[in-house]
């Protein structure tokens, strides 16, 4: 077949991501140019937004996901289009059906006749000559079956009766039927739409997958079921607690809704023909042996990524808020790492985050030595100018949070500011080569401290080091495509530092690295190139750095700050390329460039369109003259801390109807986890985080948020915490369900639904 005639069928790829988006063809094939000439997404949505049409970074990153996919999908098509080719198969018809197919699944639906296989009872069938017995009968169900078979018989040929015959024409319709592009995608879609996932109990695993209670006897509609609960699902199924099955409710005891399709697709029907109740039996056949597994996967596969999509989703918008959490800024900070046995590891780091001491203090069981830590502590403190006490929130940590609120009582003349902060991800840092890299003297505990004290001055600076799925704020980031998920993060992660920018000049190279252009190996050698020759001056001067050539520059040179260097607009985030316009403004404006910088007043006066040309236009010019205003401003909010009640440290101090203070630790679909300072999240179910509707729990919480919370109920036994936002106060937490059978029974909507513990 020639290659015009495969390719005129094909469907346009930039017009098919223009219609799922809602943008134009022309915005898709320009950002699909950029994207060819090595274009990164942050760069694109700051710097092309005349090329693009004011493309943000979300949609940009869903249309790169999109061509992805279509482009594999591309090949994919040319791929099965050669190997039925190949075979001599390829027809006009399916040519065209091949061309037009817009999904992988469309595309397997279509190979699967040609597709090369094992050999079946099918095809055993057909190398017995069985394959025209199969034939006469579909075409006319009143031949005589018994007559027609025996013509078939053959010793040789290993057919030895007239049954043996008739058994592997059905083997061979079974198969045909369920090869039928058509027939498999309308059964997938009736299994879909009409089927339900089911779970039942493992006989003996009671006591063991007790997390997993509410699904012991549990069914719900694939359409209906939301990500977390087809999560919960599939792990108490993966963890061998769970026998999951896909069922389709039906009133016809006779034949199943699929049999009915199958009949319906091949005609068959009782008639009063020889054949007609062979046939039947046939279809049923099909649908037990070959679309009832097949269709079931599909579901469960379909429901599966829908899931993840969606758990990644959350993930991803949680780790957005915790990069984007705002910043102690430039103060002295003491890190602790709490611990009992082994002791709590203390930290000081400087206010640019470089380690000036450490210690070890042995304030709890069993050496108890309190008086010794507090004596630690002061004289660190006193020696360091310490102002922000950072303690991590793991074991022990309410109690060593005592421990520095009893050291600001007897000495108030430190001034000092503590603070509870998340230590997930500061144990797998502390571990990591890069770790061991910055710190190859220090013991591994130690370096847990350090990074607690960093991500109170810094949060996006220092958890950019840590792989993002062990940070712990999704959703079943275990369970879910670890690739898809990995990329997400990226995304997340490279927009996020490109959003606030970063100083060169202090800069980690895992900061770096992140920099729209730039990658590990670029990001070392810049730190290199600044650690011979002292901090960079210019943005120019970055060109120097090894295999930092003009493409990387391009694209990472309006991202990275030069803070007091040369030309003051190093420090903003406008770009190298766009200095002309500054220029023109400062000369049109009879102006130095320095004295433009700030003057809100007077920028506010300048038009954009005064100053845009065929190169900047308009957009490009509104976002310098803001820039000007405010010259490399930090997108984060301000720096605010929550103040954990005294007297309330474990879950045993809690009553219902407490208010306390809180800090939101996750967000999920079904609510948001907050920590009360008790060593154990409680959970604002969806239900309690506001006096009015709530559809999307970050449409009112974020990640870091500071919350006023009410005790609902507490569970001390399976560590469980009921906690409402709303405003009225603590009312009475319905109690768990018995899971039934009842399809609009939702294990999540009790509050100590079993999705807190799984986590």
Known sequence: MPAKSRTSAAPSIAKLIATELGITERQVETVIELLGEGATVPFIARYRKERTGGLDDTQLRNLAERLDYLTELAKRRETILDAIRQQDKLTPDLEREIMAATTKVALKDLYAPYKQKRRTKATIAKEAGLEPLAERILANPAVALEAEAKGFVSKKKGVETPDAALNGAREIIVEKIAETP??????????????????????????????????????????????????????????????????????????????????????????????????????????????????????????????????????????????????????????IDPGIRTGCKVAIVDSTGKLMDTATIYPHEPRKDWAGALTTLAKLCKKHNVELVSVGNGTAGRETDKLVADLSDKMPDLELTR??????????????????????????????????????????????????????????????????????????????????????????????????????????????????????????????????????????????????????????????????????????????????????????????????????GVPTVKDILSELEKPGRDPRPEFKTATFKDGIDTMNDLKPGMRLEGVVTNVTAFGAFVDIGVHQDGLVHISELADTFVKDPHSVVKTGQVVNVVVLEVDVSRKRIALSMKRQGARPAAKPEKASKAPDRKPSDSPFGVLASLR
Request: aromatic share 6%.
């Open 182 to 335: 058509r027939l498999t995608r309308k059964i997938r879609e009736t299994v879909w739409k009409q089927g339900k996932l089911g779970s039942s109990l493992v006989k003996g695993k009671e006591a063991e997958g007790a997390k997993f209670s509410d699904y012991f006897d549990f069914d719900e509609p694939f359409e209906k079921m939301p990500s977390h609960r087809a999560l919960a699902m599939l792990r108490g199924q993966k963890e061998g607690i769970l026998r999951i099955k896909v069922d389709v409710p039906h009133t016809d005891t006779r034949h199943h809704p699929a049999v009915r399709e199958i009949c319906s697709e091949f005609g068959f029907a009782k008639k009063g023909r020889t054949a007609d109740e062979w046939l039947m039996d046939t279809a049923e056949a099909a649908w037990k042996s070959k679309l009832e597994p097949s269709s079931s996967r599909e579901s469960i596969n379909r429901l599966k990524d829908s899931a993840d999509n969606e758990a990644i989703r959350v993930f991803s918008r949680n780790m957005k808020d915790l990069l984007m959490a705002a910043p102690a800024g430039h103060k002295v900070v003491m890190g």
């Open 419 to 616: 603070l509870m902060v998340s230590e997930a991800g500061a144990s797998v840092y502390s571990a990591s080569e890069l770790a061991a890299k910055e710190f190859p003297d220090l013991d591994v505990s130690i370096r847990g401290a350090v990074s607690i004290a960093r991500r109170l001055q810094d949060p996006l600076a220092e958890l950019v080091k840590i792989e993002p799925k062990a940070i712990g704020v999704g959703q079943y980031q275990h369970d879910v495509d670890q690739g898809q998920l990995a990329k997400s993060l990226n995304g997340v992660v490279e927009d996020c530092v490109n959003a606030v920018g970063v100083d060169v000049n202090t800069a980690s190279a895992s900061l770096l690295s992140r920099v729209a252009g730039l990658n590990a190996t670029i990001a070392e050698n810049i730190v290199a190139y600044r650690d011979k020759n002292g901090p960079f001056k210019s943005r120019s001067e970055l060109k120097k750095v090894p295999r930092l050539g003009p493409k990387a520059f391009e694209q990472a040179a309006g991202f990275l700050r030069i803070m007091d260097g040369k030309n003051p607009l190093d420090a903003s985030a406008v770009h190298p390329e766009a200095y002309p316009v500054v220029e023109r403004i400062a000369k049109q404006t009879g102006r130095k460039v320095a004295a433009l910088i700030g003057d809100k007043t007077f920028l506010s006066k300048l038009k954009a369109e005064d100053f845009a040309d065929d190169t900047f």
